[in-house]
């Protein structure tokens, strides 16, 4: 069993979903856990529920100030892991009808906030020689998913990046990895089913049906087990600049 007892963790998106289900396997593991997101409160109530070896911290990871700031506010805290998770799941609209707003908001969270992070964190893992990056990508990413142009192509640019950055950063001994799941059940993707229902005039769940009936299960995967794969990734030392596939059998 994966042992991370003296470890600190920043887990972006920590607030809610995949992100405060990450922050629950590696504390169970005896990480401390930071918390980092936009929603003080959701942050605090999660920070909460761990109890002792968690905290939170208020960060918009698409502002450069404000992730300076958090780098500030952990000065003196060595940060040994960091889950690039905060996401945003953008329009389900043809791409003709995407407006620019829309697009560049997802690129701001979900690959500007991966680069501003990994800039704000990394030089401290790479002066200690060693450390984690996970990034959390999507099956979306690598496989054909229509009407969700920004999204998916802003989880192929977070594979991209996390491949380059683990032959920057490997040398030092630091790690650096993508989680790509599958469809995760949870508010999201009930969201994402009602607007395609919404925009094909079919059901809710004939739209769910659809998505589902790609997967080699037949089901969506887990927030739980999104975290526990985590800890696995952790748990694997020789392991840097993979892409993991977690996804039911949706696989690209």
């Not at 030092?172 to 990895?177: F, L, Q």
Request: glycine share 12%; hydrophobic share 45%.
């Amino acid at each position: 069993m994966t042992d991370l007892t003296g470890r600190n963790a920043v887990i972006t998106g920590g607030g809610s979903g995949l992100g405060a289900a990450i922050a629950r396997s590696v504390h169970a593991r005896g990480a401390s856990v930071i918390l980092v997101g936009r929603d003080e409160r959701k942050l605090a109530a999660v920070a909460d529920a761990l109890g002792d070896r968690a905290r939170w911290l208020s960060c918009d990871v698409a502002d450069a100030a404000s992730v300076d700031r958090l780098r500030d506010a952990l000065v003196g805290t060595d940060v040994s892991i960091l889950v690039n998770n905060a996401g945003i799941p953008g329009p389900v609209a043809a791409l003709t009808d995407v407006s620019v707003e829309d697009w560049d908001e997802v690129f701001a969270v979900n690959v500007r906030g991966t680069y501003l992070m990994c800039r704000a964190l990394l030089p401290g893992m790479i002066e200690r020689g060693d450390g984690d990056v996970i990034n959390v990508a999507s099956v979306s990413g690598k496989r054909p998913l229509a009407h969700r142009t920004p999204y998916c192509a802003s989880k192929m640019a977070v594979i991209g990046l996390t491949s380059t950055l683990a032959f920057e950063v490997g040398p030092a001994g630091v790690r650096v990895n993508t989680l790509s799941p599958g469809p995760v059940a949870g508010p999201r993707m009930e969201r994402n089913f009602r607007l395609e229902a919404e925009r094909s005039g079919s059901s809710v769940d004939d739209a769910e049906q659809a998505f589902v009936s790609r997967a080699a299960l037949g089901r969506m995967v887990t927030e739980d087990e999104v975290g526990a794969a985590v800890v696995a990734m952790l748990g694997m030392p020789g392991m840097c600049g993979a892409d993991i596939d977690l996804s039911a059998g949706m696989v690209a």
